[in-house]
């Protein structure tokens, strides 16, 4: 952690007061090296996972351009554009720009799919400061003319990889071809694959690159468990963890949405208070959903992938990880959804004999071995790509017969 502060980075003093009450201690890394260049009006590419504070690290220098150039934009347009990949991450940003704003006159819009979009366009009417939304709804009020994109001075992608992942390339593109040339540009991605990189280049000019992935990950205060356990035995193993009263707010991620539903079902029998959460659902029962998590009506959240980047729930004890993710940065977004504003946490992973390569890859990336809590010496040694040790293998007998030499197990 940064022994800087926030006042030291040239922070405005309604901004400074907005974060003192928002009780950030020190900048993060992302935020001690991304706010001054971003106040200095550089383009920006930051290498950042999710849980290190890059909400913030935008967010703060946007509020600050737009405070000190007011100016009230036509209808139906906005003065800045925040573009995440799901509605929970969205929502995430809209709330951390009116509390980090909660010091000067600056409005915010969410524009997103899965509600009405009758209120949304009603908010636009009048114009708006910032707009922070979906892909797919931003177009569709494109189209419509309903949300205008000309007097855009401040763009950010926020989570880009999640974006290609989720198939929005084409909606970036058509959403990037309406902005203003003229603008300060930034583009925020957990990992940098070649398609992330390819598309930085066309939405940044001569961008300053801040890479603080790698060490965030290494550093998160998390307690990593496996168990090895056939895919049957899994919903047993999470209702005996369960038993536990030190599991007090817990995430289960599971690979698809049917095993969410049917987990979660599992666990709403056995009467463990639970909410599900996937993109099948609504977004009032998305929000519902993550409300009971938060106020602690519901004891445990299952969710898929879609939760993994877009949750913000202090005092989360554990992650659960129900099926390991597809892809081993994911391990990452979700286990840290615990060890959230200096608290540690505890993440417990089910890993079956389908699984043992995610389980590699993911120790390869973190550069440790995660702590094996349960299962088989022989599992252990198959996950970790290992051989059994020699002398455990049968002996051998050998002996002649017609001058040849027979071996057998």
């Not at 909400?55 to 925040?82: E, G, N, V, W």
Request: proline content about 5%; hydrophobic content about 45%; charged content about 20%.
């Amino acid at each position: 952690m940064s022994s800087n502060t926030f006042a030291a980075l040239g922070l405005a003093e309604s901004l400074l007061r907005a974060v003192d009450q928002a009780r950030f201690l020190q900048p993060t890394p992302i935020q001690e090296t991304a706010i001054p260049h971003l106040l200095a009006g550089r383009d920006l590419l930051g290498i950042a996972q999710t849980g290190t504070g890059k909400t913030a690290a935008f967010a703060l220098p946007m509020l600050q351009h737009l405070a000190a150039t007011p100016k009230q934009p036509h209808r139906y347009s906005t003065r800045a554009l925040i573009l995440a990949p799901t509605r929970e991450l969205a929502l995430q940003i809209e709330e951390s720009l009116n509390r980090l704003g909660s010091g000067q006159k600056c409005r915010v819009v969410a524009i997103l799919g899965g509600v009405s979009r009758f209120m949304q366009v009603q908010r636009m009417r009048a114009g708006t400061d910032i707009v922070v939304g979906t892909p797919g709804r931003i177009c569709d009020l494109m189209a419509t003319g309903e949300l205008k994109l000309n007097e855009v001075t401040h763009f950010v992608l926020d989570e880009a990889d999640r974006m290609l992942d989720l198939g929005f390339i084409r909606d970036i593109r058509r959403i990037v071809a309406a902005l203003p040339v003229a603008r300060q540009s930034a583009l925020f991605s957990a990992t940098m694959p070649a398609e992330v990189a390819k598309l930085a280049e066309t939405l940044l000019r001569d961008p300053i690159r801040v890479d603080v992935a790698r060490t965030a990950a290494v550093e998160l205060p998390i307690e990593q468990h496996v168990h090895f356990v056939d895919p049957a035995g899994k919903r047993a193993l999470l209702d005996r963890l369960l038993t536990d009263p030190a599991l007090s707010r817990v995430i289960v991620f599971t690979k698809t949405k049917r095993t969410a539903n049917r987990v979660a079902e599992s666990l709403d029998t056995g009467g463990v208070r639970v909410s599900a959460l996937h993109g099948n659902k609504s977004q009032p029962a998305r929000q519902k959903a993550l409300e009971q998590f938060r106020s602690g009506r519901a004891r445990v959240l299952v969710a898929t992938d879609i939760a993994a980047r877009g949750i913000d729930v202090t005092g989360i004890s554990h992650v659960i990880n129900f099926d390991l993710p597809a892809q081993p940065e994911d391990y990452v977004h979700r286990i840290g959804r615990t060890a959230r504003a200096g608290a540690s946490g505890v993440a417990i992973s089910f890993c079956d004999a389908a699984e043992h390569g995610t389980l590699r890859a993911i120790e390869r990336m973190t550069g440790a071995a995660i702590q094996v809590v349960g299962g088989t010496p022989m599992a252990v040694q198959t996950a970790r790509g290992q051989q059994p040790p020699a002398a455990k293998r049968a002996p051998q007998r050998r002996w002649r017969s017609r001058g040849r030499v027979r071996t057998a197990a």
